[in-house]
């Protein structure tokens, strides 16, 4: 039995939460989102709580689906945030028509296109900050926008989360 699914999920208040067969969708005051579960689950919806039940007693997907339900109720209530830093000489970032304009030491500017349920903003130049609904999507924006110029163990540069250490490797000596 998982730990994790026996743990119900409390919907806090001015989230609405509809059951329809496999397809559970969320309403807050950040926005919608909805997800498909998997047939072997079954979702309990009582007062104010939702609890997570499964047919097969070594089910595994329970404990996912419990987090991913949790992680989408404070999607709609708190929403998901990541913070990016350029690290280099001339790198800046800003955005024009719902694109991520980067300069990041090419010969080209990158224009990164991006869906309307994510919000990107650029309070500095070498600042990007990433805001969604959906925590997964928020995560893979991010990762897309660090792909394009990941930081270098030697001085640094590059496209870095806002709390990552990068370790750093001594130069080469004569």
């Known amino acids: 039995m998982s730990r994790i699914a026996k743990q119900p999920v409390i919907i806090p208040n001015g989230v609405d939460i509809n059951i329809k067969d496999s397809l559970i969708s969320f309403k807050g ?12 689950i079954n979702v309990k919806k009582s007062d104010n709580e939702l609890n997570v039940e499964y047919k097969d007693d070594n089910n595994a997907i329970a404990g996912t689906t419990r987090s991913l339900i949790f992680n989408n109720v404070i ?24 694109a991520l ?64 250490n990068i370790i750093r490797k001594e130069a080469k000596k004569k």
């Open 29 to 40: 005051p950040k926005g919608e989102i909805s997800m498909n579960l998997d047939l072997s």
């Open 75 to 98: 999607g709609v209530t708190e929403g998901f945030e990541k913070k990016l830093n350029l690290v280099g000489v001339g790198y800046k970032a800003e955005v024009k028509n719902k």
């Open 101 to 164: 304009h980067l300069n990041l030491g090419f010969s080209h500017p990158i224009v990164y296109e991006y869906s309307e349920d994510i919000e990107i903003i650029t309070p500095s130049p070498t600042e990007i900050q990433i805001k969604g609904v959906s925590k997964q999507k928020v995560g893979q924006v991010a990762a897309e926008i660090r792909s394009f110029r990941p930081p270098e163990p030697y001085k640094g540069k590059g496209v870095k989360y806002s709390d990552e």
